[in-house]
């Protein structure tokens, strides 16, 4: 089994107009209309290829404020606390984010993005295409989020995760 | 700008019948029925708490068995190159995975996983529960991708990526 640590570099970052988390949405579905520009390393510019054919991309994102993790925590959406896997909160033992993006345009380097819910510098790991046949699957159970779908368009976050 | 390399650890791996790439789907939808077990290392087992209330997980790990990687790469579902960015290859800048995984259940630190498309002793570097009201987007466009969902099930990979 691998015990090395992992590492990698970031392939860009991306500019958004939250510079703290006061106020920030918590999700990409509260954050319609909110535009970012990701900006990716000149030496990765070849792997964007095609990728202007999809409306919507996965982008893959180091949480750099968060430091240290809680395994047990009390999310923006409940009052009780859950296991940090059982929850989005950025301080995970690996502080990494996904979003799903809108993928406005690409003019070189630069992709303009929608529904942008990170930090104004959060260095991006990857991007891949959204695609509905691989990523909608129908569930039968959602936990403790279970009936509080609409919460999270209106939700704000806050400083308890830095 | 962090222009410092990123670092993670694995919360742990996952068990799989998969020892190499030859016939492993290449989706989690294409393996239905396909059971993993994903083995947390017990000093993040409090982290579980309450992720069993959830059908579906994100898994999300490292490839790894992939070297290197290119910017420009024929996928599986294609004989065209792509932009490694618009397809979910391996072979990456920073070889990160992500798996829609359907959770039976949960004993201790152990998670019986279904449609697991994963290598065996691959590590894991997160878990976050699927949420349809965060994940489910309608797009208006997947790229080269079109028309292409039902292959997706039958398509298994080769060795093009090690």
Redesign the interface.
């Known amino acids: 089994?691998?015990?090395h640590?992992?590492?990698?570099?970031?392939?860009g970052?991306i500019e958004t107009p939250f510079n703290n988390l006061h106020d920030m949405p918590i999700?990409?579905?509260g954050a319609s209309h909110v535009k970012g520009k990701l900006i990716v390393k000149p030496e990765?510019v070849?792997?964007?290829?095609?990728?202007?054919?999809?409306?919507?991309i996965?982008v893959?994102y180091?949480f750099?404020h968060a430091r240290d993790y809680d395994?047990?925590l009390t999310p923006f959406m409940d009052s009780n606390?859950?296991?940090?896997?059982?929850?989005?909160a950025p301080k995970?033992?690996?502080p990494?984010g996904?979003s799903?993006l809108?993928l406005l345009s690409i003019d070189e380097n630069i992709l303009l993005l929608e529904n942008v819910d990170m930090l104004n510098?959060t260095?991006i790991?990857?991007?891949?295409?959204?695609?509905?046949?691989?990523?909608?699957?129908?569930?039968?159970?959602?936990?403790?989020?279970?009936g509080r779908?609409d919460d999270?368009k209106t939700m704000r976050s806050d400083e308890r995760f830095v």
């Open positions: 089994m691998n015990e640590p992992i590492t990698y570099q970031p392939i970052f999700q990409p579905c990765f070849a792997g964007l290829m095609d990728l202007d054919g999809f409306s919507h996965y893959i180091h750099h395994l047990l606390p859950h296991g940090v896997f059982a929850t989005r995970r033992p690996n990494i996904i799903i809108r510098g260095p790991l990857d991007i891949k295409p959204y695609i509905p046949a691989f990523d909608h699957y129908e569930v039968n159970r959602e936990g403790w989020l279970t779908d999270i």
